[in-house]
């Protein structure tokens, strides 16, 4: 019993340090890293895992769509890890509360979207990103 509890804990602390890592050396550059172990603010998660073609999201439905599963699983980890983060970070704008909530839907798709690529369901992956509404959390915490 407690064999098996030390065992469960190892590996979420293992989950932690591998998502820490895939962050770390997908966005390492000279100016990130004296910050790498703070958590992402806000702008960095949106215009990182986001905006633009050169964006985690946007590498991930790629990836899936050539069947690069791998490449797939390492951006859908990074887009997982800003998932966690984003809650940790203050809202600028709005109630805390409904921060709270849309932060971990965020959190949630994201997850999901990851758990699709380990799973290599392009249907699942899709539907986790789908899942990420950004005109909502926009409109009530964006200023
Ligand atoms: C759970 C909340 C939430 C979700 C979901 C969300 N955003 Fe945002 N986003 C924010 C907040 C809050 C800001 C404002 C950050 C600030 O001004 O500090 C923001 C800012 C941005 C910015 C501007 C970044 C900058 O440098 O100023 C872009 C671009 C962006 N979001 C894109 C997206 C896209 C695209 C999606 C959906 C795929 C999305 N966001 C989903 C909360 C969210």
């Known amino acids: 019993m407690l064999r098996k509890l030390i065992r469960v804990n190892l590996m ?3 989950g932690m340090v591998a998502m820490m890592l895939a ?3 997908a966005t390492a550059s000279p100016q990130d890293k004296d910050k790498k172990d703070e958590v992402p603010d806000i ?3 949106m215009s990182k895992g ?3 073609s050169d964006a985690y999201i946007t590498k991930i439905k790629d990836a899936v769509k050539g069947e690069k599963w ?3 699983q390492k951006y859908a980890k990074t887009l997982a890890f800003f ?3 984003l809650g940790k970070n203050k809202a600028p704008k709005g ?3 409904s921060w709270k909530t849309l932060c971990e839907k965020y959190a949630a798709a994201t997850k999901a979207a990851y758990k699709g690529t380990e799973d290599k369901d392009a249907k699942a992956v899709a539907k986790g990103l789908g899942a990420i509404n950004c005109g909502e959390c926009h409109k009530l915490h964006k200023k």
């Open 12 to 14: 979420a602390m293992f």
């Open 23 to 25: 962050y770390g050396a």
């Open 43 to 45: 702008k960095e998660i």
């Open 50 to 52: 986001h905006k633009g």
């Open 70 to 72: 791998e490449d797939a």
């Open 83 to 85: 998932g966690e983060a």
């Open 95 to 97: 109630d805390a509360d």
